[in-house]
Nanobody
């Protein structure tokens, strides 16, 4: 499994931007498809964005397309999520997740076996 630590959450007003990051402690980080999920109060954890091993393919939930950008820095074992034009519906705890090595990205939480502790993002109207 991969040890993951998120950072960069916070509070922002609607229309603002935030960047959350995830540091991974693992050898061969490039072997792992990665994703961001979020969980709003009272709701299930939901897929936000995913990225393939070398970043050549990215996936987004419809609700964030055009506003969020997922990226990875394999040399430094980091995963990033740039969030622009935030709205209150984006509020939640954001988790980074890693699939088992050499698997393709997935939008389903149960396909990921390594999770960070989460970072809170709060968007006020």
């Amino acid at each position: 499994q991969v040890q993951l630590v998120e950072s960069g959450g916070g509070k922002v007003q609607a229309g603002g931007s935030l960047r959350v990051s995830c540091a991974a402690s693992v050898r061969s980080f490039s072997n792992y498809a990665m994703a961001w999920f979020r969980q709003a109060p009272g709701k299930e954890r939901a897929f936000v964005a995913g990225i393939s091993w070398f970043g050549g393919t990215t996936y987004y939930a419809d609700s964030v397309k055009g506003r969020f950008t997922i990226s990875r820095d394999n040399a430094n074992n980091k995963l990033n999520l740039q969030m622009n034009n935030l709205n209150p519906e984006d509020t939640g705890v954001y988790y980074c997740a890693a699939r088992p090595p050499l698997r393709v990205p997935s939008t389903k939480a149960f396909d990921y076996d390594s999770w960070g502790q989460g970072t809170q993002v709060t968007v006020s109207s």
